[in-house]
């Protein structure tokens, strides 16, 4: 090439400007290098912040002492020479320069050649400016598609967030987001106070955090972050864990801080190393802040649902709450039992020992009744000394059985010693029936059982069989 050509420049700087992929763009590159020069060897130097490349000749851009040339084109967007004699060959170092600064040097190496026609080094000068333009062009898009998924990401999770969802699937729809747009493994939310000697998992957490092998990331991680309320990303965290066990090396850990009180963490891990970058981990923590917003209304709003649905002196379930359950239970389930309890005399313990006294038995009574009942039961306050309870999908002579336990329990166990009496009522589907006269059928037998001796149990439609 004797001059020159201008034309086939404007032509390849065309070509490297439609390419808005890194990686298209620097295969398209080297290309063009082979075709221009066949008999060379190229070799891009770029900075590590610059683009992670995978099989193309791209190498890291080290500043050492090694590299004076290299690293002299680099800084001062000026082409550089070196020659070796020995090989007869010339190597040249043209900067990667677009408008705002310098993103690495083409390495050319001219074989059995110590002199490069000028014209030659200036076609390789403008060849290596024009890929650096198309190159901060090519950068510039991707980060603004970039910023542009991440503010949809941000968005779309701070409206579901927002949406009034219960505390689950707030929880479950983050660790989806959270899956998706990081490629993380596992996922975990947690509650902590200083009250917790164990942190809760909450729901949507991935199931490998209720595994005892995940006890050892969430002790250390819980350690960390009681020195300091930061942030923690572990490029690779180092645990003493057995190598039967599956390891997790990438670690971001984000904490849910409300005043300056510690409330929760959240914990997204990979089995890589170095899997998830600095970005990453901003983005993670911009996520987990709408988060914290979130699950502080959505815990708000739990207790709110729980003091309207609770007794709260026995902390057992209140009327309402028992009313719905059993009307659902009556359109959904084939049977179910129910039980009205009544503290015999209780009008002369408030008189002999006090209404705090009183209370305290009230107390006593739920607690008989919630050691005896599944977690699917109901156990309600039904109204002044009179509790319940509701057994969904159970016949009544099972029902019966747990009544009478209940009302041997608070004769032998209580204190001061009170006695209960209990009337039980039942239900199945092969005969119409109504939650409210299911409520009288109980009552007509508690009030039997109390006009019969009280301290025992009758059951519904037969007043005369008591026990």
């Known amino acids: 090439m004797d001059i020159v050509d201008y034309k086939k420049l404007f032509e390849i700087g065309e070509k490297l400007h439609s390419y808005l992929d890194v990686e298209s763009l620097l295969s398209e590159l080297f290309v063009i290098l ?68 310098v993103y690495g040097v083409v390495q050319i190496i001219a074989p059995h050649s110590l002199d490069i026609p000028i014209n030659e080094v200036e076609f390789m000068t403008l060849l290596a400016g024009s890929a650096g333009a198309a190159f901060e062009n090519a950068q510039h898009y991707q980060q603004s598609r970039k910023t542009i998924l991440e503010l949809q990401l941000i968005n779309e999770t701070s409206y579901r967030l927002n949406s009034n969802l219960p505390l689950a699937e707030t929880l479950s729809f983050m660790a989806e987001q959270i899956k998706s747009s990081f490629y993380a493994q596992e996922v975990g939310f947690f509650l902590d106070s200083k009250e917790r000697v164990k942190v809760k998992i909450l729901p949507g957490s991935t199931p490998f955090f209720f595994s005892s092998t995940a006890e050892t990331y969430i002790d250390y991680i819980k350690g960390k972050l009681k020195k300091e309320n930061d942030p923690l990303l572990f490029g690779d965290i180092n645990l003493p864990l057995s190598m039967q066990s599956k390891r997790y090396h990438s670690v971001m850990v984000v904490p849910v801080v409300l005043g300056k009180n510690l409330k929760g963490f959240s914990i997204i891990m990979h089995e890589k190393p170095y899997f998830f970058s600095f970005e990453t981990f901003q983005l993670l923590q911009t996520l987990v802040h709408h988060l914290s917003l979130s699950l502080t209304n959505s815990m708000l ?88 309870i509701y057994l969904p999908n159970v016949p009544l002579d099972a029902g019966v059985v747990i009544a009478q336990r209940i009302v041997a329990k608070v004769s032998q166990n209580s204190n001061p010693h009170i006695t209960v009496s209990s009337g039980v009522s039942y239900w199945n589907r092969e005969k119409p029936d109504t939650y409210q006269y299911l409520f009288k059928r109980a009552d007509e037998a508690l009030y039997h059982a109390k006009g019969t001796g009280k301290n025992k149990v009758v059951t519904q439609g037969d007043n005369s069989k008591t026990s």
């Open 34 to 101: 082979k075709e221009e020069y066949p008999n060379f060897s190229y070799y891009l130097l770029l900075s590590q912040s610059t683009y992670k490349h995978s099989d193309l000749p791209v190498i890291d851009l080290e500043y050492d002492s090694e590299n004076i040339a290299a690293t002299n084109a680099f800084l001062t967007g000026e082409i550089q020479y070196e020659f070796s004699r020995s090989e007869k060959s010339t190597i040249l170092y043209a900067p990667l320069k677009g408008k705002q600064g």
């Open 301 to 388: 709003r739990e207790e709110l649902k729980k003091l309207v649905t609770t007794d709260h002196l026995t902390k057992l379930h209140s009327r309402n709450y028992l009313d719905e359950k059993i009307q659902f239970s009556m359109k959904k389930d084939n049977e179910g039992t129910f039980i009205l309890i009544d503290i015999d005399n209780f009008k002369e313990i408030n008189d002999s020992f006090g209404h705090q006294i009183g209370d305290e038995v009230l107390i006593q009574l739920a607690n008989f009744i919630k050691g005896n009942i599944r977690g699917e039961d109901v156990g309600a306050r039904w109204g002044g000394e009179e509790l319940a």
